[in-house]
């Protein structure tokens, strides 16, 4: 049994940090590549509410709950935990990207205030300084290397 909960905990958290690496491989090479149409109006704010580039989030979404859905049904276990994993890989997303960084809910004001907050922040400010699919850097959405520090 504790060797079925350790499993469980282990795949639950080794998704969360993998997912990391996904949306870094599908925001470099797919929403700055062949899927800038739907990116294009986050690096170029319409002003609305909703954006094409939201999508990619149903997509993620979509994924979480498929993998929990039929972990659930099928009584799989670790495909479930996987699934939450993501899940808890879009809460972070969402909090830091979309509220924190973006402010898209108006009512809510996260302030990063850690070093590391302050880094991803700095990472994403550097990210959206070009408004076209090429040239960009930094890719990742809850990772940056020490690079991207405020100090540097």
């Not at 830091?96 to 302030?111: A, G, N, S």
């Not at 408004?131 to 930094?138: F, I, L, M, P, R």
Request: hydrophobic letters at 45%; proline letters at 1%.
């Amino acid at each position: 049994m504790a060797g079925f909960i350790v499993g469980n905990i282990l795949v639950f958290a080794g998704a969360a940090v993998f997912w990391e690496f996904v949306a870094w491989s599908m925001h470099k090479y797919i929403m700055h590549g062949f899927g800038w149409y739907l990116h294009e109006d986050h690096h170029n704010s319409t002003g609305r509410r909703l954006q094409k580039n939201d999508a990619y989030a149903l997509i993620f979404a979509l994924i979480s709950f498929l993998c929990i859905f039929n972990g659930l049904k099928q009584d799989k276990a670790l495909l479930t935990s996987a699934g939450f994993g993501i899940a808890l890989y879009g809460i972070g997303y969402v909090l830091f990207h979309d509220i924190m960084f973006h402010k898209r809910v108006k009512w809510l004001r996260l302030q990063g205030k850690t070093r590391y907050l302050k880094r991803i922040i700095n990472a994403h400010r550097v990210h959206h300084s070009t408004v076209t699919k090429k040239g960009a850097k930094s890719f990742s959405f809850l990772y940056a290397p020490k690079s991207y520090s405020v100090e540097n």
